[in-house]
């Protein structure tokens, strides 16, 4: 049995991919890849009548593998199937950091799922509390329920939009500059920063487009989402490289939280670093920009 | 006696000065007495060699028991040729006793399991072994141990004397009827026919076996008529789809791309990687597309690559095409690509075995690579690597180039994954050590890089370039905490191969197995 430690409400989470929870074969090792989060899947992945196989699967890789750093969240199925109490139970049971509510449209959903959460927590003698949530939205409900899903329950982390479901609903298809799907993700991460919660972009299906794949992380990153949903293990470093902070913004941010921290000490609320003006507002931004350097191996010092 | 990788070797093997492997480079600056063959005058201007049969150019050679019969294997897993020559010699012209000194041998050649078992092919050498005759040979029904040799070793062996060839086969995708043979132009095409050269030049007597005579002269060769007794043409010499593949496409499987880009880091942390350095890859998955990965790199610090060499296919003729490789130096081609290419594209040339890799010649190509990368079945945490022996300690491999480019390379970097199926690859002891520790430099695996302590300028390379490493001993525990150790095998004392490091010394045996029971 593997003793996983405590899950982190907020980690780095760059890269989640999905990976069927039913193949032996791809979820043994899959950390050796060096995503954030793995998404064992037990939703669209699984045919209907191999569910119970797929749990079974998912428990036993649960207890015997050593996931290490990799966080392990499971995509468990949707509150209209017959299906998501058992997957709740089996996740609690196994001991997964996270789960992610399927085709999530309203704070209730997250409700119905955390007091099954809490009810298998109380169950399985697992820490009340422990198992972490999020939601993805696959609906125009969803989305513009997306504040009142975040800020739903204290275990939630994060929201991410499903590009495949939403797209259907709103009779478009995948383009070039995104824009099919611009307006969704801009309320998404507003509601997800307004409720303190993380952000995640769609799936990109269409592996052999490098160049697409890359433009659209480019958008990602450049409208504020914390990390991005893949599909195969190719896709992570690219994804590493391009949410990686530059060495200018390292060493910035490096300096601002030295001299936060020492102002503070000298009873300074305002000053300047290089030429611009610092406040307290900053530190967080500057903090998230080393840890984040720290993890793609661009920042070895103490301060984060 | 214990050898410098820890094995023990039979004392009855160390005889008319055979010794025991003692290192990297330990016959450096030694002479050898090159042999010579003893060939027949053809004075009489001759209109045609071509004999009507096989059994008549046997018999034209003075053929007779007891022989020493040698092929290539440029036809690889397609190769007709060594089976028939077989058939034709025993069971026509009732010959035994007689020795088949291969460049390799695979499972096409399961046919000659019988012979070994019949009694009358009584001697085997070669670098690979494999299917039917692997079983025969790690069942102890060869006569005499079979001596498995690099494809630079085989060269120095035959042109130091230590193996006479008196019947040099060689099967040829075109011949003219003197002999001139090229690897290109017929139905069985095989591009380079490097493994060949060494036996023309050093055979006795020599027949060409062809399925596609053409006008003579057939220039430029790689087999010259001045070498060759006989032709013989037959129906066909192979398999055309087992002999090249169509072109050998680079793996999409995500683990083999992780580490082939791992690889592809590693390379560019050294200070070889620079304008002009030389590489050879093999074409197993990682193996391969480390091409495309390193590509990227060049692309991005603006270098291109010198040279190449090796067995050769499609990717690594793509980048002579695009002009990202000066030239491709080739013994052998695994693909049409590479085949159609050969003596075509400007700068993509052939060579022999021993130019390729013969540690006792003054200028092996492989003297000269910065970079090698490798596969393997197993490796240990001493960096010994096995390429010939399964887990269960039967033969069914082949050390190829692997010791000489391993030896010879500046950085040699063995990718494999840490574990297959249900085997550790990362292990304590290697079953047979075919490429010696201190040839290999770094280990690239699914679970982690480890860099050979003797290499601290790497460890420091990698280091600098943020590349994390671990101990080999690290990634042996993470394999058997995966899978568990396995139990020693156990074998009896008959020796059934020996195995000669490059430079001719023993670095290995390998015994017959003991009959396994649950």
Known sequence: MIPRPRPERFRLRRTMMFMNAQKPGLIKDAYIYGCDSIMLDLEDAVAENQKDAARFSLYHALKTIDYGDTEVIVRINGLDTPHWQEDIRVCVAGGADGIRIAKCESAKDVLTVEAAVEKAEEEFGVEKGRTLLMAALESPKGILNAYEICAASSRM???????????KCMQTTPQRDGIDMVTARGLMLIAARAAGVQCFDTVFTNLDDNEGFEAEVRQNKAMGFDGKSLI???????????????????????KIVRAVRENAAKGLGVFTVDGKMIDIAFLPGAERTLRLARACGMYEGDLV | MINKVGRDIPDYLLKDGKEVYQGKNYMDGKYIQKASPKTRRYETPQESKVAESIVKALKDC?????MTFSFHHHLRDGDFVVNMVMKAAIEELGLDNLTIAATSLGSAHDPIAEYIEQGKVVGIQTSGIRGKMGEVVSAGKLKTPAIIRSHGGRPRAIEGGEVHIDIAFIAAPT??????????????????????????????????ITDCLVDFPNMPASVEAIDVDAVVVVDSIGNPKKIASAAARISQNPRDLMMAEDVARVIASTPYFKEGFS?????????????????????????????????????????????????????????????????????HFEMSASQYANPANKGAFVNKLDFVVLAALEIDTGFNVNVLTGSDGVLRGAPGGHPDTAAGSKCCIIVTPLIRGRMATVCEHVVTVTTPGDCVDVLVTDYGIAVNPLRKDLIECLDNAGIKHVTIEELKNKAYSLVGRPDDLEWEDKVVAVLEARDGTILDVVKKIKPYKI
């Open chain 1, 232 to 254: 195969n293990p190719k896709q992570i470093r690219l994804v590493h490289q391009l949410f990686a902070p530059t060495e200018k913004e390292v060493i910035q941010a490096e």
């Open chain 2, 62 to 66: 003075g053929a007779k028991s007891g």
């Open chain 2, 175 to 208: 011949s003219d009827c003197v002999g001139n043979c090229r690897g290109i132009g017929g139905k069985s095409n095989c591009g380079s026919m490097g493994y060949a050269m060494t036996d023309a030049k050093y055979a006795d007597h020599v027949v060409v």
């Open chain 2, 279 to 347: 590489f050879q890859t093999g074409v197993g998955g990682p193996s391969l597309a480390a091409n495309l990965f390193l590509e990227k790199y060049m692309d991005e610090r603006n270098i291109k690559m010198g040279w190449a060499i090796g067995g050769i296919c499609g990717p690594m003729v793509e980048l002579l095409k695009k002009g990202k490789v000066g030239k491709v130096i080739d013994v052998q081609d695994f693909d049409l690509d590479a085949v159609n290419s050969i003596n075509q594209t400007p700068n």
């Open chain 1, 157 to 167: 982390f994060g929201v991410a939009i499903s590009g495949g479901d939403f797209r």
